[in-house]
């Protein structure tokens, strides 16, 4: 399965960005899909996670509230609503495929993305 990340850029406090990962080369709704960030000098730290179905999210508490992860099925697509962007959201965004149900530890997870940007300016 290849992920291609996109929807990152620079936006200032308070703003919002939606990300996209398109999956291809695979049975997308065999994957539960996840969002991990990665901020400079810092470990990846898990950002959401949604079933192959859709029905289960789970968000770090970091991000709940103002972030929302959805998918498309039909698009091979899964999707992360940033809304009230804060400084310290700034990262590097990886999606990832778990072949199996939701997790928040990125060792379950199967396949990942090439990352796309965000920055966030106070």
């Known amino acids: 399965v290849q992920l291609q990340a996109s929807g990152g850029g620079l936006v200032q406090a308070g703003g919002s960005l939606r990300l996209s990962c398109v999956a291809s080369?695979?049975?997308?709704?065999?994957?539960?899909m996840g969002w991990f960030r990665q901020a400079p000098g810092k470990e990846r730290e898990f950002v959401a996670t949604?079933?192959?179905?859709?029905?289960?999210?789970y968000y770090a508490d970091s991000v709940k509230g103002r972030f929302t992860i959805s998918r498309a099925n039909t698009k091979n697509t899964v999707y992360l609503q940033m809304n009230s962007l804060k400084p310290e959201d700034s990262a590097v965004y990886y999606c990832?495929?778990?072949?199996?149900?939701?997790?928040?530890?990125?060792?379950?997870?199967?396949?990942w993305g090439q990352g796309t940007l965000v920055t966030v300016s106070s």
């Open positions: 990832a495929a778990n072949e199996g149900v939701v997790a928040r530890h990125g060792s379950e997870y199967d396949y």
């Open positions: 080369g695979g049975t997308f709704t065999m994957y539960a």
């Open positions: 949604i079933s192959w179905s859709g029905v289960s999210t």
